[in-house]
């Protein structure tokens, strides 16, 4: 059973910088797709970035373009998601999300293994 466990969460201000990473164990992440979503409080879990299994294709939400970046490290069976320039709605339990196929996706649907969250707050 593939397991995420999110790492590097905290408070930051806003315009500020900060880096989450996922690790994964059991299965094979190699092969894997995987993913970031957050979800902040009474709102709806939303796609932030995605990454195929080769980590040559990314995709983005629309509201962190340009500003996140998403990356893979398969020798460290983890990956990363790099965010400058915080604003104030990114505050939300980021969640690393896997698939069980090689393309990346962008709902949740198109997951099957879940991180327990990263909570982020920026701040004023």
């Known amino acids: 059973q593939v397991r995420l466990v999110e790492s590097g969460g905290g408070l930051v201000q806003a315009g500020g910088s900060l880096r989450l990473s996922c690790a994964a164990s059991?299965?094979?992440?190699?092969?894997?797709?995987m993913g970031w979503f957050r979800q902040a409080p009474g709102k709806d879990r939303e796609f932030v970035a995605t990454i195929n299994w080769r980590g040559t294709v990314t995709s983005y939400g629309d509201s962190v373009k340009a500003r996140f970046t998403i990356s893979r490290d398969d020798a460290k069976n983890t990956i990363y998601l790099q965010m400058n320039s915080l604003k104030l709605d990114g505050t939300a339990v980021y969640f690393c999300a896997g698939r069980r196929v090689m393309s990346s996706g962008k709902e949740t649907e198109d997951y099957a293994y879940w991180g327990q969250g990263a909570q982020v707050t920026v701040s004023s």
């Open positions: 059991g299965g094979t992440f190699k092969d894997r797709a």
